[in-house]
């Protein structure tokens, strides 16, 4: 055995769960790791002091985050196997490390007025903690819950989504507090805030992502969760009885069909995300003038990051019950359906409208956080994070096309502020091909060939490899902390955002 293997296998055996170990321990400290980044969706809270700051455009300081956002796909794509290898504890500490040095070197730029150091913080350093710490709970996840493993991932996956929820009334909060002379007619902070809010972020990030990493553990080689039989579920359609490597799951005809499916599934949804506001206020616009004031928009916004929220726990957890292609089906047909209403029949309700743009984006965060168990059906435990990295970088595409492909239509048919339903109909159309693609790239998975299948030395791959002349033991310091402790460690301020974003959302009905 080599020095580098012999250290991997010393490194996970230390966080091997003794007897007795509680599973329900380990969902929160994947939420911990992303209720944290997923902080990435509320950075338009001091886009416009970002602007005035450095005197720049919107452009300019959009880089910032569609960089942390490309780095999120392409960190995935390159750690995901090393993360696989080395265990979910240190994954964990290296996201929690470059997702806080990002914000501090980006506050270092704010501070000294030089943009290209928030771009290397927040966008490259920052971006890839984003990618490491999106990926790195996710096997860990469906190990400890292969009988769930819908419901384990959505778990955590649902914490993307609600961190925006949290960082965006907290960062508020923050900024109004840093900066007394704060001007709500303008809406701009002071950049000194701004830096101020970054520095609190990052150390406020690192301790709880630390305290996830602290937290997690894997299973010891043979657990299964009492009651759970392997062989009924190696009976399902679809799900393998063998396992897949990264580099062979590259060579399978299901990968690339799971990427189309993702890529349009994602790009469908963002077409709605990225124009929401604007969106619900030219849809009910007449002779010039919306029906819809800038707080019900405001509001809208946050219903949209409910349903968002939701739809990866609800519908993450019912594909454990009837399948993930058939989920799949639901999100992709279903979503062909909504749209063409959307685009055809929703500017004749405001409440048709809501609740068809809201169930769409319960299926693009249903997408998200169903993938990785759709993965792990295919393609086994073995190197599903690694896997799942690689295929993140449809994410990425899709963050590219979905507003290129709105805001292209958009742009053509006249100005901001001017707008009708009718001028998003070719946009929304569009989308609609796009999901009838996705939905063909599903319809066409199959299971997948036993020749991809690799032997593995473990016996169970799903399980931690150990070194068999070394005894696993539980090490001095693991947790011995009450069930609720972790849990309320996360629960409180996600609670705090939903709450906050209700709030908001009443806006739309005032």
Request: hydrophobic letters at 50%; a neutral charge; aromatic letters at 10%.
């Amino acid at each position: 055995m080599s020095v580098a293997v012999a250290e991997r296998s010393a490194s996970l055996q230390r966080i091997t769960a003794g007897p007795g170990f509680n599973r329900w321990l380990i969902p929160p400290a994947a939420l911990s790791i992303h209720l944290c980044i997923g902080q990435a969706y509320a950075t338009s809270v001091y886009k416009t002091s970002l602007v005035a700051h450095f005197e720049t455009s919107l452009t300019a300081v959009g880089v910032i985050f569609s960089l942390a956002i490309v780095m999120l796909g392409l960190s995935a794509a390159i750690f995901g196997t090393w993360v696989d290898r080395n265990g979910p504890r240190r994954a964990m500490i290296a996201s929690a490390v470059c997702w806080a040095t990002g914000f501090f070197v980006g506050a270092a730029g704010i501070l000294t007025s030089q943009l290209w150091l928030v771009y290397l913080g927040y966008g490259v350093i920052g971006g890839i903690g984003l990618g490491i710490g999106y990926i790195s709970p996710v096997s860990t996840l469906m190990k400890w819950f292969p009988d769930r493993p819908g419901l384990a991932t959505g778990m955590a996956i649902m914490g993307f989504g609600g961190g925006a929820m949290i960082a965006s009334p907290v960062s508020s909060s923050l900024l109004s507090l840093y900066d007394p002379a704060y001007d709500p007619a303008t809406g701009v902070y002071s950049g000194t805030a701004v830096a101020g809010l970054f520095l609190t972020l990052g150390a406020v990030y690192l301790a709880v992502m630390l305290f996830g990493a602290w937290l997690v553990r894997v299973p010891a080689p043979g657990w299964t969760p009492e009651g759970y039989d392997p062989s009924r579920e190696k009976r399902k359609a679809l799900v393998t009885s063998g396992h897949v490597t990264a580099n062979r799951a590259l060579r399978t005809p299901q990968f690339w069909l799971l990427w189309i499916i993702l890529f349009c599934n994602v790009t469908a949804g963002i077409g709605i995300l990225e124009q929401a506001a604007p969106m619900i206020q030219d849809f009910f616009r007449s002779n010039g003038t919306t029906v819809i004031a800038g707080a019900a928009a405001a509001g809208f916004v946050g219903f949209l990051s409910l349903t968002n929220m939701a739809g990866r726990f609800v519908w993450s957890s019912t594909s454990d019950l009837v399948g993930r292609k058939n989920i799949y089906m639901l999100y992709l047909g279903g979503g062909v359906v909504l749209y063409t209403l959307l685009a055809l029949q929703g500017s004749g309700s405001v409440i048709l409208f809501i609740l068809l743009a809201g169930i769409i984006l319960s299926f693009y965060g249903g997408g998200f956080a169903t993938i990785p168990a759709y993965l792990r059906d295919l393609f086994g435990t073995l190197e599903v994070g690694a896997i799942h990295g690689r295929l993140l970088t449809a994410w990425s595409c899709a963050g590219v096309m979905g507003p290129l492909i709105i805001n292209g239509f958009l742009d053509a048919r006249g100005e901001p502020g001017s707008l009708t339903a009718a001028d998003y109909r070719p946009a929304l159309l569009t989308m609609v091909g796009l999901l009838v693609i996705g939905l063909i790239a599903n319809i066409l998975v199959r299971a997948v060939d036993e020749k991809h299948h690799v032997s593995t030395s473990s016996g169970d791959p799903t399980t931690t490899a150990h070194d068999s002349a070394t005894p696993i033991i539980e090490p001095a310091g693991a947790p011995r902390v009450p069930l609720w402790l972790p849990w309320t460690v996360v629960a409180i301020p996600l609670a705090y955002g939903v709450l906050q974003t209700a709030i908001n959302a009443l806006g739309l009905f005032a």
